[in-house]
């Protein structure tokens, strides 16, 4: 049974550390960047991919360290995601995030997560996160292209329009709910 609790974060609020110079480094800022560009990141690695230094060159709030991790990287931090090749450096970081109170995600090892990160359909304002709990990421991408490909481009006027009618609307809380309710049943 899927517990997890479905959250979309403000992430441009928060200040995002990034383990790892790799390609799920690159992986996991790239995500990061598509659905929040305005993130504030700061990614840290010995060794960092060309891609991701053409990602910081082109995102002003990226800061990239070319060194090793250390507990101290943790201050001012808000949320961190762990992709190196290194298990002891991914349980470090974990450990420490523990300590600080810090949600972590651990790439590829499920038992290390607070949180997954997971694959999303966009649509203008739409966006659609789907998860398998952690068991297949490879899944969820190929659902992600299926909506994708069924869901109408149309779909941001449609949007625009939902919220026009609800700026509209005179009423309590539940008047207001029952009448957008009635206008968006078509979509039964």
Do not use: W
């Not at 991701?52 to 808000?78: C, F, G, M, Q």
């Not at 789907?130 to 994708?148: D, H, Q, W, Y």
């Amino acid at each position: 049974m899927n517990t997890l609790f479905p959250i979309f974060l403000k992430l441009e609020q928060l200040h995002v550390l990034i383990v790892g110079g790799g390609y799920v480094g690159l992986e996991k800022l790239t995500a990061v960047l598509a659905n929040s560009p305005q993130t504030t990141v700061t990614l840290v690695a010995p060794d960092i991919r060309d891609e991701i230094s053409d990602l910081a060159a082109a995102h002003s709030r990226v800061t990239l360290l070319r060194a090793r991790y250390e507990p101290s990287l943790l201050a001012n931090k808000n949320l961190v995601i762990v992709g190196t090749n290194d298990k002891a450096v991914n349980r470090q970081v974990q450990q420490d995030c523990k300590a600080h109170g810090l949600l972590v995600n651990v790439a590829d090892t499920p038992e290390l997560c607070d949180f997954y990160l997971s694959s999303v359909v966009k649509k203008g304002d739409l966006k659609i996160a789907i998860s398998t709990n952690g068991k297949s990421p490879t899944f969820a991408k190929r659902f992600r292209e299926v909506l994708e490909e069924i869901l109408p481009d149309s779909l941001q006027e449609t949007l625009d329009n939902l919220l026009s009618i609800r700026n509209q609307l005179r009423g309590d809380f539940q008047e207001k709910l029952e009448k957008l309710n009635e206008i968006t049943k078509v979509m039964k």
